[in-house]
């Protein structure tokens, strides 16, 4: 049973930084398609960034490309998120997700995206 658990949250000034982590268990990280989704209050979820675990090939939503950086470590099984120059708009909770496709990834939707880890809470103030 794959489980995804996801820690680091927490509440941060304006322009400060985090790094969220996302410990992966019951399958194989090799080919995985990871993710970071979020979703404030009132809105819907939205896709952050994703990493295709094959080859380490990134993408990221617009409003997050330049602040922050996915990564993995395979050894650990672990994926993260580092977010810098964070804004009060990044307010939401954090969620990791996983999909498996062969050799590449889905569109950054969560219908796409099977695992979810259980969420982790960034509160930026201004």
């Known amino acids: 049973q794959v489980q995804l658990v996801e820690s680091g949250g927490g509440s941060v000034q304006a322009s400060g930084s985090l790094r969220l982590s996302c410990a992966v268990s019951?399958?194989?990280?090799?080919?995985?398609?990871m993710g970071w989704f979020r979703q404030a209050p009132g809105k819907e979820r939205e896709g952050v960034a994703r990493i295709y675990s094959g080859d380490g090939k990134t993408y990221y939503t617009y409003s997050v490309e330049g602040r922050f950086t996915i990564s993995q470590d395979n050894a650990k099984n672990t994926l993260y998120l580092q977010m810098n120059s964070l804004k009060p708009e990044d307010t939401a909770m954090y969620y990791c997700a996983a999909g498996w496709y062969g050799a590449s990834c889905p569109p950054l939707y969560a219908p796409y995206f099977n695992y979810w880890g259980q969420g982790t809470q960034v509160t930026v103030s201004s």
């Open positions: 019951g399958s194989t990280f090799d080919t995985a398609c």
